[in-house]
């Protein structure tokens, strides 16, 4: 696709704006654009459109367009991207989450949306580099290495940020709240396993071989 793009063709860059606006857009609104997340997404395109010859097309393009989402929203919004990622991405965090069955009785109904307010005042009560990786991770789908691409983060920074997000999300939630709805044990063990192994890694290279660096 990208190189029919680069050969020209008129309708490719087309196809690839229809296939990634979903996403886009739900990553400026829950990133704080609110209102303005078609024209955030708008200039993300264009500016994708003039980038493409810096484009890396063995890579994948969705995570490359949206890091250009990602600091376009911030560039558009600002001073307000802090109030408007509160309001927006409850409302994206709310938009994802399953409905409940027509079939479904009024008791559980009101149960699942007991439990989808609980998880949504959970996440408001993060900091922004928590959220934003609890957004791309788990409401975006992404994976480890499309969200290092798409934040501009090391891979070890998405695992730290990620650990600590769960763990954090595990205390704020009630305790009453439905296991299905928690972050689960593995998931917070496996965060903090690679939490704790980029923490070796990264000492390791700091002190060198014995602590005092590389031996004659």
Known sequence: MIARVRSGDPGAYAELVRAHTPIALR?????????????????????????????????????WLLRIVTNETNNTVRGAVRRRLVHDGESALSTAAPPVPESADPAA???????????RAAVRQLSDSHRLVVTYRYLLEMDEAET??????????????????????????????????????????DARKDHQADQRTDRARRNGPEGGGARA
């Open 27 to 63: 990553a400026a609104r829950a990133l704080g654009a609110g209102a303005d997340a078609e024209d955030v997404v708008q200039q993300a395109f264009l500016k994708a459109y003039y980038s493409l010859d810096r484009f890396d097309a063995g890579r994948a393009f969705r995570p």
């Open 148 to 189: 290092a691409e798409a934040l501009g983060w090391p891979r070890g920074t998405v695992k730290s940020r990620l650990a600590r997000a769960l763990r954090k999300l595990g205390r704020l939630l009630p305790p009453d709240l439905s296991e299905d709805d928690r972050p689960t044990a593995d998931q917070q063990t």
């Open 109 to 119: 109904a009101a149960l699942s949306s007991e439990r989808n307010r609980a998880l």
